[in-house]
């Protein structure tokens, strides 16, 4: 089945700096790629997805970038605000299997 | 709120006992999920269903059982063959099921279990 790896697991930045968390997958038929964040006491909450077809997307200050052919994607988080401050999990599925494998998590601290 | 519901938010159970937690949608999704959130260890997959009165282990499966009766309802009873139940529990769900998994997955607000 498929494996999802996550690194860090902690990430500590001052505020405007970029964050980037970073994700491997094993199933190289995997073709959709999302993003999730959880605050504090709350429940995940897509920010971004990507599917295999494109090697990135932007949305205002997050993006995602993929590579197929290593297996990985990456989050990109710029101008870092407090209130990004969360933990942040990838997940990757293929086709229409339908099942959601996460990450373990990537606890993103924004300091003032 | 979102349109997933999970009861209780709360749990508490004693040792050797089963207990069911209630995962409700009314998004007219096709496929949910269960997963159990522990500390460092992400969101861990028990069981998935892609369509009503069918459902497949996750990576976690054992001292788990769970039904789909309904499109609407997915419970999760956390049996006494579960060796370490207290955990965090989410459920989710997704349109497209079988026909596509590239959606986003909504996610209810979770239920605490604790054994006591």
């Known amino acids: 089945g498929e494996n999802v790896e996550q690194h860090p697991s902690t990430l500590s930045v001052q505020e405007g700096d970029s964050a980037v968390i970073k994700c491997t997958y094993s199933?190289?038929?995997?073709?959709?790629f999302p993003w999730y964040k959880q605050e504090l006491g709350k429940r995940p909450q897509l920010i971004i997805d990507?599917?295999?077809?494109?090697g990135e997307k932007k949305d205002q200050r997050i993006a995602v970038t993929l590579n197929k052919t290593a297996k990985h994607f990456s989050l990109h988080i710029t101008e870092t605000q407090p209130e990004d401050s969360a933990v942040y999990f990838c997940a990757a599925s293929r086709g229409t299997a339908s099942k959601l494998t996460f990450g373990t998590g990537t606890r993103l601290q924004v300091t003032l | 709120d979102g349109g997933i519901t999970q009861s209780p938010k709360y749990l508490f159970r004693k040792e050797g006992q089963n207990v069911t937690l209630s995962c409700e949608q009314n998004?007219?999704?096709?496929?949910m999920y269960w997963y159990r959130q522990d500390p460092g260890q992400g969101l861990r997959l028990i069981y998935y269903?892609?369509?009503?009165?069918?459902?497949q282990k996750g990576d976690i499966a054992e001292g788990y059982s769970v039904s789909r009766e309904k499109k609407e309802s997915f419970p999760l009873t956390v049996t006494s063959a579960q060796k370490n139940p207290t955990a965090f529990y989410l459920c989710a769900s997704k349109p497209g099921g079988l026909r596509d998994s590239h959606t986003e997955a909504f996610f209810g607000q979770g239920t605490r279990l604790t054994v006591v």
């Open positions: 998004l007219n999704h096709d496929a």
């Open positions: 199933d190289s038929a995997s073709n959709y």
């Open positions: 990507i599917r295999s077809n494109v």
């Open positions: 269903s892609q369509i009503v009165n069918d459902f």
